[in-house]
């Protein structure tokens, strides 16, 4: 046997492999040391209460001959997919609820998805990035171009004519920066991959973070993106189900070809997310359960203000912050971001992400997150305005 040889480039270990390992290895060597982590974004709030009784309600119908269930459609069940519509119609986008795939997160959809895509196609990516955009690609060995985010164009970059691609990847809000792109941004890219016959792969996995009513929280708001693209949602940050698996997918019908290529992949390949979470994250649509979870999004908006406060009064540059959980910053005193990883968490005890982690213009860079609690979040600060 011969193993994928594209696997060879990749780096050793995923990124946040690679930061939980160094944490660990620290507190091995420092037991007492109070560790604050705003590394990972991994939510800290429980699961709302309209999710935890609609959760429980489907555990008793899984004990009950009468009400149990076995396999379920694979691409979820209709009274989640049309959940999901209606989320979506709020937004005034219109979707038919076989438009929608219910997935165990966006991370395995962004993956997955390649394998309707001939190997031929490249792809474009923005540099810096989360990471599983190029890593799946490198796996499957295709090529990848990178356009620049920087700090000039806040890193939103925007299409360039003379460089074109069949696949591109948009994150908006952005991660790692928290940046979002606005309307007539995301409507120059839609051209773009209409023009070129291209598709685009929209992360909106941090939509639910928008504050600004102007920005659009899905592509679908752009006039032709349901001719170009392709949506993947996560109630992991929208609802704090990075540890019960949920997200979507959405493949528009005007995609052509591309909807019942996904429908057959899913179909062979994914036996679907699990009865008990699928209610769970239907009720996390209904108004109490969206109420809920506005609250907790609102929690952390609070925690990445200190940060953003604490930014600015030491005068250091950041982005991110206003409409998303991850703050950008630019490292002090023209620090590489991995010797400013070691100095932070070996000074005060806090774990970020080195930005050269999502790419070569990440590095100079740093990310934190306001998933942690409002007293870490002070504290963090506190130790962090203090090294400098
Ligand atoms: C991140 O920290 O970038 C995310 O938590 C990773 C993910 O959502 O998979």
């Not at 990848?144 to 925007?158: C, K, Q, S, T, V």
């Not at 299409?159 to 074109?164: H, L, S, T, V, Y």
């Not at 997200?247 to 995609?255: A, C, D, I, W």
């Amino acid at each position: 046997m011969n193993v994928n040889q594209n696997f060879l480039n990749l780096k050793d270990s995923y990124l946040f492999s690679a930061i939980a390992k160094k944490v660990k290895d620290h507190l091995a060597k420092n037991p007492d040391k109070q560790i604050i982590r705003l590394g990972i974004g991994d939510v800290t709030l429980p699961l709302v209460p309209a999710v935890i009784n609609a959760m429980q309600q489907a555990v008793a119908e899984m004990g009950n001959a009468g009400t149990f269930r076995g396999y379920g459609e694979e691409q979820g069940y209709a009274f989640l997919r049309q959940a999901i519509c209606g989320y979506y119609a709020k937004k005034n986008v219109k979707l038919n609820d076989d438009e929608v795939f219910v997935s165990d997160g966006a991370k395995s959809d962004l993956g997955n998805i390649l394998d309707i895509f001939s190997l031929d196609n490249s792809v474009l990516i923005p540099d810096p990035v989360y990471p599983v955009y190029a890593d799946t690609n490198i796996m499957a060995g295709r090529k990848i171009i990178y356009i620049n985010g920087n700090a000039e164009n806040n890193f939103l970059p925007l299409p360039d004519k003379n460089i074109k691609a069949d696949i591109i990847y948009l994150c908006s809000p952005n991660n790692p920066t928290g940046s979002a792109y606005n309307k007539e941004q995301l409507k120059l890219w839609v051209d773009y991959a209409l023009e070129n016959n291209s598709v685009i792969f929209f992360d909106s996995a941090y939509e639910i973070f928008v504050q600004d009513k102007t920005l659009p929280t899905s592509i679908y708001q752009i006039d032709g993106a349901e001719r170009c693209a392709i949506e993947f949602c996560s109630l992991s940050k929208t609802a704090g189900f990075t540890g019960t698996r949920c997200g979507y997918t959405v493949v528009p019908h005007k995609l052509g070809a591309l909807n019942k290529l996904w429908l057959r992949r899913q179909t062979t390949k994914f036996n679907g997310v699990p009865y008990i979470v699928q209610r769970g994250a239907e009720a996390v649509f209904s108004d109490e359960g969206f109420a809920q979870i506005k609250t907790n999004i609102s929690y952390y908006l609070e925690n990445a203000k200190v940060i953003a406060e604490t930014l600015k009064k030491m005068g250091i540059w950041f982005v991110g912050g206003e409409n998303s959980p991850y703050i950008w910053l630019k490292c002090p005193n023209e620090m590489k971001s991995w010797d400013f990883f070691d100095l932070l968490l070996e000074k005060a005890g806090v774990v970020g992400t080195p930005g050269a982690g999502f790419g070569t213009n990440g590095e100079g860079f740093f990310r934190v997150t306001a998933f942690n609690s409002k007293e870490n979040v002070v504290e963090a600060m506190e130790r962090f305005s203090k090294i400098r």
